[in-house]
Nanobody, 112 residues
Framework: QVQLVESGGGLVQPGGSLRLSCVVS????????MGWYRQAPGKQRELVAR???????YYADAVKGRFTISRDDAKNTVYLQMNSLKPEDTAVYYC??????WGQGTQVTVSS
């Protein structure tokens, strides 16, 4: 069974950095666009960043210039480098790959 396994979250102070990873585990013939979403308490899940098979990236306005999405197809992995973190970035972060169920996510908490 193909699964998404996120990791790399944690507690960080404002201005700090974290790097999230998401591995597509199991046998898969092809991975299409990959993305990261987040969901804060009481809010809807929102798109943070997306990367296509050619490496073209899209970012939500709230994270432009601070977050960088990348992928390593040899490892079936997508990354999210998060710099200059703000308290409003606090959320559970989920990676998304078409046709694969959501994973459990990884908690990111930005607080002093």
């Amino acid at each position: 069974q193909v699964q998404l396994v996120e990791s790399g979250g944690g507690l960080v102070q404002p201005g700090g950095s974290l790097r999230l990873s998401c591995v597509v585990s199991g046998s898969i013939s092809r991975i299409y666009a990959m993305g990261w979403y987040r969901q804060a308490p009481g809010k809807q899940r929102e798109l943070v960043a997306r990367i296509t098979t050619t490496g073209a990236a899209y970012y939500a306005d709230a994270v432009k210039g601070r977050f960088t999405i990348s992928r390593d197809d040899a490892k079936n992995t997508v990354y999210l480098q998060m710099n200059s973190l703000k308290p409003e970035d606090t959320a559970v972060y989920y990676c998304n790959v078409p046709f694969i169920p959501w994973g459990q996510g990884t908690q990111v908490t930005v607080s002093s």
